[in-house]
C-alpha cells in the first residue's frame, strides 16, 4: 500500500516488475492525487510509462478509478477538494509543418567537399 509517511512511496513491491493488476491500478491512481511523481511511480512498479497512462485513460481496469476514489476519501477526506478526479486527457500535438518538407529543397547542388 502506498502511505504518504517515510520512504513508504519508494519501497519497491513485491510485484516489482510484473504486469499491474487492479489492486496496483488503484494504488496508481491514488499515487496520482497525491502528486508522487510519475518516475516514482514507475520505479516503484518496474513497469513502462505507457502501462501508467493504460490505467489513467481507462484502457485496463477501468473501473479501478471509481475504487481508487472511494479509498483515497475514506483515507484523506480532508483533500478531496483538492484533486482532480477525471481520468487522464490527452493533448494532442501538433505535427510537423507543411512547410517544413522543403526546407532543403532550395539548398544549391555541388559537389561534396569530402576530405
Same mark, same amino acid.
Given at each position: 500500500? !502506498?502511505?504518504?509517511?517515510?520512504?513508504?512511496? #519508494?519501497?519497491?513491491?513485491?510485484?516489482f516488475g510484473l504486469p499491474i493488476r487492479e489492486p496496483e491500478a488503484i494504488e496508481i491512481w491514488i499515487a496520482?492525487?497525491?502528486r508522487v511523481r510519475r518516475k516514482d511511480i514507475l520505479a516503484r512498479y518496474g513497469c513502462d510509462p505507457?502501462? !501508467?497512462?493504460?490505467?489513467?485513460?481507462?484502457? #485496463?481496469?477501468p473501473d479501478s478509478r471509481e475504487k481508487a476514489l472511494i479509498q483515497f476519501a475514506e483515507r484523506w477526506p480532508d483533500l478531496l477538494d483538492r484533486i482532480d478526479p477525471s481520468p487522464h486527457r490527452r493533448l494532442p500535438r501538433p505535427g510537423p509543418d507543411a512547410s517544413q518538407l522543403g526546407l532543403f529543397a532550395e539548398l544549391p547542388r555541388g559537389p561534396s567537399r569530402r576530405r
Open positions: 500500500m !502506498l502511505e504518504l509517511s517515510g520512504n513508504a512511496a #519508494r519501497e519497491v513491491p513485491e510485484r496520482r492525487w497525491l505507457r502501462r !501508467l497512462y493504460d490505467v489513467w485513460e481507462g484502457v #485496463r481496469f
